[in-house]
């Protein structure tokens, strides 16, 4: 790793880090050995290739991780990618509880890294479940099928604010706490708003 193909604001990222700091600085270096461009997006560093999102590192409380922004395209036959949620569709991520962990697979991580530019190169994407694919809650259905101002905010915004909201109602496991979810949903909907904004 060169200092002049590292960005300030990843650098002060990491100078702030009070958790998995030594973590992030080899997965960062990994990352730059690779030729990736370091910017800072969504508040961590994150690593592209032709202003392409390539893979991203983060924290949480009992890990890090080196996230594969498209993943579930990769072969990984060391069998170590994970998908977060059975909701993400894309990203996978190859977590981290201490430095040795990060060292003993470095040569993995260039070669998933290597495999994810050529895909990137080859214009691969993952095909993504259509909106239309997932449950939409029967609360919200109602609410679609007798409110036509609802229903046209709701058709307007975009399929990933459609699927984030649809996601949102139904992981509630009871009707009222769906009920609910909605109701406070509503304003933002009708804003043309994501459930995030």
């Not at 998933?112 to 939409?136: H, P, S, W």
């Not at 979810?181 to 909907?189: A, T, V």
Request: overall charge positive.
């Amino acid at each position: 790793m060169t200092k002049n193909n590292t960005n300030p604001k990843v650098d002060s990222f990491l100078n702030k880090a009070t958790k998995w700091k030594t973590e992030f600085e080899a997965l960062r270096a990994i990352a730059l050995e690779c030729d990736l461009t370091e910017e800072l997006k969504w508040g961590v560093p994150c690593y592209t290739y032709q202003g392409s999102n390539i893979v991203l590192i983060h924290g949480f409380k009992e890990y890090c991780a080196m996230l594969f922004i498209q993943g579930a395209l990769l072969k990984d036959p060391a069998g170590i990618l994970i998908q977060q949620t059975k909701n993400v569709q894309s990203a996978r991520q190859i977590r981290f509880t201490s430095l040795p962990e990060v060292a003993g697979v470095q040569a993995v991580l260039k070669n998933y890294i290597q495999e994810a530019i050529e895909l990137q190169k080859a214009g691969l994407k993952v095909d993504f479940k259509k909106t239309r694919e997932f449950a939409v809650p029967e609360e919200f259905q109602s609410r679609l099928d007798n409110k036509t101002t609802l229903k046209k905010a709701f058709e307007a915004l975009t399929p990933g604010r459609q699927r984030a909201y649809l996601l949102h109602f139904s992981s509630a496991k009871q009707s009222k706490t769906r009920e609910a979810r909605i109701e406070k949903s509503l304003p933002k909907i009708l804003e043309g708003k994501g459930l995030d904004d």
